[in-house]
Each structure stands twice: as C-alpha cells, then as structure tokens.
C-alpha cells in the first residue's frame, strides 16, 4: 500500500470532496495543520499521563477536534452539539472548583505533564486564531467549542499541579 498520492507535489491540494485546488499555504491549511498539531499533542499528553480522568478529558477533546477538521474541511458532519459543549463546560466548571479561585497569572511549570498540558493550551490558542482567520462557516458551537478547549486546558494543568502537591509560581512584575 502506498502512502502518498503525489497529487500535491506542486504545492496544491483539495479539501474533502472537492476537485477544486487550493494552494497549500492557503489559511484553511493552516488552521487544519495547527488543529493537527494540537491534536497530535494532546496526544502526546495523554501517553505522558497516569491520571485516568485527566486523559479522559484529553481524549474527548480529540475525537472532538476530528469533529471541527471535518467541518472546516467542508465535510458533511454532526457538528459539535449543545449538550457537548454544555458538557465541555460542566467539565471547565468542575475541575476550576477543585482548583479553586486564581487571581494572578500562572508562570507555567511545575509538574511534566502540567507542563505539557499548558503548551497544548497555548496550541489550542493558535488553532482557534487560525480557524477564525478562515472565515470558513463552521457552527457557532463549532467555535465556541475550540474556544474553551483552551479553558479547560488551563484547569487540567492546574488540576495537575495540585493534584501532585505542586505550588505554582506566579510572576513577580
């Protein structure tokens, strides 16, 4: 089996189900590529990660990225729905409860896979910028949805921290 076509070797290629040829640095590309890579990451925390809930949440989060590729894409799917964006949020609510209140910004550190967890925050900024920038229609949930993957990032590495007794730093000014 071969694992590439050559179709793109000029630097075109099409999105799903369409003969129409976009240039590869074309922004629909690029917020494709950056929801790639924070998936690929999110991944990459899960595989650094012992704590079951934790790599529930992460997990979800990817399936749920597959979701809003295909739909940027222009592929024919069940776009992210009400109730899973009202679940994403109970999550964002209930973990920053057993966080607990914070008033100043968070030097990021502390645990490995806190660590981790707040470079994919930081990924999930970017995709969201670059997905917005494509003007592409994607459901408003679509959006809201890649909105608050950041926001529960942000708790899940907080989350870890204090789960591992760690104190985190806040920066000086």
Not at 122 to 132: G, K, Y
Not at 155 to 169: H, S
Request: with cysteine.
């Amino acid at each position: 089996m071969k694992f590439y076509t050559k179709k793109g070797d000029d630097g075109k290629t099409s999105l799903y189900d369409s003969k129409k040829l976009i240039s590869k640095d074309d922004k629909i590309f690029e917020a494709l590529g950056s929801l790639d890579e924070l998936n690929s990451y999110l991944g990459i925390c899960r595989s650094n990660s012992k704590i079951e809930r934790v790599n529930k949440h992460l997990k979800n989060l990817q399936e749920k990225i597959f979701i809003i590729q295909a739909e940027l894409a222009g592929r024919t799917v069940e776009p992210i729905s009400k109730a899973e964006l009202q679940e994403l949020e109970r999550n964002v609510d209930e973990l920053g409860n057993e966080v607990g209140e914070i008033h100043k910004f968070t030097i990021y550190s502390g645990n490995t896979l806190a660590a981790h967890i707040d470079y994919a925050r930081a990924l999930a900024r970017t995709a969201e910028r670059r997905a917005v920038s494509t003007k592409k229609k994607i459901s408003k949930k679509s959006f809201a949805y890649l909105n608050r993957i950041s926001s529960l990032l942000f708790v899940l590495a907080r989350y870890v921290n204090k789960k591992e007794g760690i104190k985190e730093e806040h920066p000086s000014y």
